[in-house]
Every structure is written in structure tokens, then in C-alpha cells.
């Protein structure tokens, strides 16, 4: 049994899905079908964010930890979010790992901003009261 969820849609046609950050990436791609053809840098960017944060953010030891968050505090030191101009789902997983992992509290003040910025929009309005 994998650790954390699951998606399966199609047993007949798919592999299970394992992962939050998989899922996302997954949804994202089914409800944007040009997401891999619009911008490629863009999203090659978006799946580098998701891969590390995989590797390094929930399943990294602690040097591998603070190395992203180090990254994301400085990425978000030069923009609001870390997608670029807006929020996007990459901001959504970001945040739900970044709150997983322990960092909310913790993380450098670009961080922390950007956590104050992802409570004010209405997609985490429900979310906000199971954090600390």
C-alpha cells in the first residue's frame, strides 16, 4: 500500500495514481488539455516545482528540505506566486505540502507572505481551519 492518496478513474484503462502532488499534476493536465503544448518552458518549470517538491520537500531528508524551502523563499521573493502572475495550482500544492511538511510556521518571510496571500482567496477558506 502506497503512503499517501490515491486516484483511480478507469481500472480497465489506468495505473493507480499515487501521490498529492501526481494527483495535481494529472487534474491539472485533464482540466487544461493545451498545458503541455501552450507553454512548454512554463510548464517544464511547473513540473520541476512538483518533481522537487516530491522528492525533496516530502519525502527529502532535512537538508533536502531546507533546500527547497530556501528556493521557494527566494522565488517568491521576485514574484507573488509561484507560477507566475497568479495563483495556480502550483500554489495549491506548494502550500498544502509546505504546511505538510511542517515549514509554515518556520519558513523564511517571502514564504510567509506568500502563505498570508494564499489564506485570502476563497480556495482556502476551508482549508485555514485545519492549519495551525
Given at each position: 500500500m502506497a503512503d499517501g492518496p490515491e486516484l483511480m478513474v478507469s481500472p480497465a484503462k489506468q495505473s493507480v495514481i499515487t501521490g498529492?502532488?501526481?494527483i495535481a499534476r494529472y487534474l491539472n493536465r485533464l482540466l487544461s488539455p493545451g498545458y503541455d503544448t501552450d507553454d512548454?518552458?512554463?510548464a517544464?518549470?511547473?513540473d520541476e516545482w512538483l518533481d522537487n517538491t516530491e522528492?525533496?520537500?516530502l519525502n527529502g531528508n532535512s537538508k533536502q528540505r531546507n533546500a527547497l524551502i530556501k528556493s521557494l523563499n527566494s522565488t517568491l521573493k521576485k514574484s507573488e506566486w509561484v507560477g507566475g502572475d497568479g495563483f495556480s495550482f502550483l500554489d495549491a500544492v506548494l502550500w498544502s505540502a509546505v504546511h505538510g511538511a511542517g515549514f509554515a510556521q518556520s519558513a523564511g518571510e517571502n514564504v510567509q507572505k506568500w502563505i498570508?496571500?494564499?489564506a485570502t482567496l476563497a480556495v482556502f477558506e476551508k482549508s485555514n481551519m485545519f492549519v495551525c
Open positions: 498529492e502532488v501526481n512548454i518552458i512554463m517544464t518549470t511547473t522528492l525533496q520537500l498570508q496571500r494564499c
